[in-house]
């Protein structure tokens, strides 16, 4: 399994042997580390991304919970006079015709971009010039996307994810709209907390390697095949 949370749920609902199942998470691209600004502005310029931009990386389905953060970034510029671009990077998913209903607010219209699937060298580029990360996900196995921004340096907000800790993110509940739109808002106006945050997750990132991931794996399949012989 990717996490302990899954690892917990095989167990519980298939009724599994605790000592058959086991984590192993996975861990970045190794490219995925942090740019300068003038190494991201040729990508960014090329998919209408501006200087000051929210990102976020993912399917684009429901249990991503798009509503959610289109509904803070809404109160983010009801409320004060920020007016950062809110930056949609992933593959249009299922069920979408709430998150377009929600799109026609005339204050959300023109400062959200969505750039569709992107490679891994534009995401590396949007995870290191982005003032935040936002994933305020409702479920995830493990949440790659987050761990990827933290390895490039991004400052991240998500939702209690298992690729995520309170010392690496500022976690947010997934259902509560003001608690995220006060957290961007503090974020966006404390370039300090921005630097805090953002080497959190450089050293929580760190931790996690497909070197690691492979060492894991051939410990499992080594164990498993000492006990078939006995």
Request: with cysteine; net charge positive.
């Amino acid at each position: 399994c990717v996490s302990e949370q899954v690892r917990r749920e095989v167990r519980e609902q298939l009724r599994a042997d605790p000592h058959k199942v086991v984590a192993i998470p996975p861990a970045p691209p190794s490219s995925f580390m942090p740019l300068s600004r003038v190494e991201t502005e040729a990508t960014r310029k090329r998919l209408g991304v501006e200087d000051e931009f929210l990102l976020f990386a993912g399917t684009i389905e429901p249990r991503k919970n798009l509503g959610t953060l289109l509904r803070a970034f809404g109160e983010v510029l009801r409320t004060t006079d920020l007016r950062p671009q809110l930056v949609i990077a992933g593959k249009i998913g299922w069920k979408q015709k709430d998150l377009q209903n929600d799109l026609q607010e005339s204050v959300l219209r023109d400062r959200v971009k969505f750039v569709g699937y992107v490679s891994d060298a534009d995401l590396r580029a949007l995870y290191s010039s982005c003032r935040a990360f936002v994933y305020p996900s409702i479920y995830e196995g493990f949440g790659l996307p987050p761990l990827e921004a933290m390895a490039c340096g991004a400052p991240v907000i998500a939702s209690a994810v298992p690729s995520v800790t309170a010392s690496s993110a500022c976690v947010i509940s997934a259902s509560d709209v003001q608690g995220l739109a006060r957290s961007i808002v503090e974020l966006l106006g404390d370039a300090r907390a921005r630097q805090s945050l953002s080497a959190a997750g450089l050293r929580h990132a760190a931790k996690f390697s497909w070197e690691q991931t492979a060492k894991l794996t051939h410990e499992v399949y080594d164990e498993a095949f000492r006990r078939r012989k006995v």
